[in-house]
């Protein structure tokens, strides 16, 4: 009835269409307005840029992001961007001055989401920000801005 190539052609066809269906993508980018530091992003001790544009081809699970300014590993002494940017549930993103990373205010640092929610975010632009715009202990939770939005992707601005 049906030759084995127009099955395979179909079926073929098929694997691509679920394929370009079910891509996830998140961009983070970042702009330094400072005149100083190197941004870095970083996810399980692993430099992943160090201020170019970067994109996860999938979930985007415990990122930070920090302008390093003379931070020690992996941001400590200095304020962190922490983000998790999934698909099908629910992205999180924060500006963390908890220590041992933010014993001393290093630079003015904000988000904002890209995509479906667009130019949601935070900004703590001196060390005593409101806790509404960032963790300054564990329990500030008022400071996480929540996506629910596929491919969000995160702006991360400092100065």
Known sequence: ??????????????????ATVNAERH??????NCGRGTPILSQNFKTL????PYTANGPFSAAIAYLDTGCGF????????????????????????????A????VPTKFAYTGGCAGYGASCSYANCPTTDAFHKTDDYEAQR???SND?????TFC
Do not use: H
């Open 74 to 101: 992996q941001g400590t002494g200095c304020g962190i961007v922490e983000t998790t940017l999934i698909n099908n549930g629910v992205s999180s993103t924060d500006i963390s001055l908890i220590a041992p990373y």
């Open 27 to 32: 961009t983070i980018s970042f702009v330094n």
């Open 103 to 106: 014993r001393t205010f290093n």
């Open 146 to 148: 929540q996506c629910t």
């Open 49 to 52: 840029s160090t201020g170019a």
């Open 152 to 156: 969000s992707g995160l702006v991360i």
């Open 1 to 18: 009835m049906f030759s084995s190539s127009w099955v395979k052609y179909v079926l073929a066809a098929i694997v691509a269409g679920v």
